[in-house]
């Protein structure tokens, strides 16, 4: 079988939760390996974690399918980012018949997986036989080996347990970019607002995604045209009486505009403080004052030209 030369495209295949280090390296060789082809550079992931699927429980994500793919395009540079369906009929299709789809559908050229990844029912398709079977139907493969940082390997895995004990800095490191946390700014309780310090309030409601530790963020709002340096509260906002429910507010400096119904993203760079009960509203809005001082040095020293 040869591969459709129409398109044709060097696909980087993975889940990809959070892209990180490690997947930087497979997306490299991608591009590296289509200019050398004259193909498209691609990534493919899923629209649900297959680890959830196949293990029959939810396992909380780094990113959302928007997110990663806004990660590859903006920070990669790779334009054409695949999303397909996994579910447990996806699970059993025969590894074979999913590398020949990778053919038939996407005109792959060359694929570039990972050295721990499977495909196919039972994940029987390993990267030997992978390497092998692309030999076979003349396309090419490479296969990454595991990527080290201080001797830990990079995995998605390690880093939500870095972001769910609010260790941004060191998930930074680990990610080699801010982490992300993304959704639609929503109708808050306007608590901020009546502080002189109005926030936005982020769909936090995303069961399948992780959030980080409670506590207040040193961060970064991505709106369209422009990053405003921000202070983002992860928490139940006790001062005023809990409701139980966990909130991503973010008070975005020096900025005065409706962002309600809008999709905005949000980068974390450090984490600042825990979340506390205040006597009064005024020691709140003197922290607050605190935590954004720090906020604008941070983000200073962190932005992107």
């Not at 025969?94 to 997986?113: D, G």
């Not at 959030?211 to 709106?223: E, F, N, Q």
């Not at 975005?252 to 809008?262: A, M, N, P, Q, R």
Request: aromatic share 10%; with cysteine.
């Amino acid at each position: 079988m040869s591969a459709n030369t129409d398109n044709k495209t060097v696909i980087a295949l993975g889940f990809f939760d959070g892209v990180h280090r490690g997947h930087a390296e497979l997306i490299k060789m991608a591009k590296r390996r289509a200019e050398e082809i004259g193909a498209v550079p691609s990534v493919l992931s899923f629209d649900a974690s297959p680890e959830s699927v196949i293990k029959g429980y939810s396992v909380p994500l780094i990113s959302s399918v928007n997110t990663r793919t806004d990660i590859v395009k903006r920070i990669f540079g790779v334009d054409k980012v695949i999303i397909c369906h996994f579910d447990k009929n996806t699970m059993a299709i025969p590894w074979k018949e999913f590398i020949n789809l990778l053919i038939e559908r996407h005109s792959a050229a060359h694929l570039v997986i990972g050295h721990d990844f499977r495909c196919g029912y039972r994940g029987e398709g390993n990267p030997v036989l992978i390497s092998e079977y692309c030999k076979e139907i003349g396309i090419g493969c490479d296969v990454i080996p595991k990527f080290t940082l201080d001797g830990i390997t990079v995995s998605s895995t390690y880093i939500r347990e870095l972001i769910s004990k609010g260790e941004i800095e060191r998930a930074n490191y680990f990610l080699g970019h801010p982490y992300i946390f993304a959704g639609m700014v929503r109708d808050g309780r306007k608590v901020g607002r009546r502080l002189g310090t109005p926030t936005i309030n982020l769909d936090a409601d995303d069961p399948s995604l992780l959030l980080p530790a409670r506590g207040v963020y040193a961060t970064k709002v991505l709106l369209e045209n422009e990053e405003r340096p921000a202070v983002t509260n992860i928490g139940v906002r006790p001062t005023f009486g809990e409701s139980g429910k966990v909130s991503v507010e973010t008070y975005i400096l020096d900025y005065d505009g409706d962002l309600y119904g809008k999709y905005v993203r949000v980068e974390f760079f450090k984490y600042l403080r825990p979340e506390m009960k205040f006597d009064s509203a005024e020691k709140l809005s003197a922290q607050i004052a605190v935590d954004t001082e720090e906020a604008r040095r941070i983000s200073e020293l962190n932005y992107r030209n």
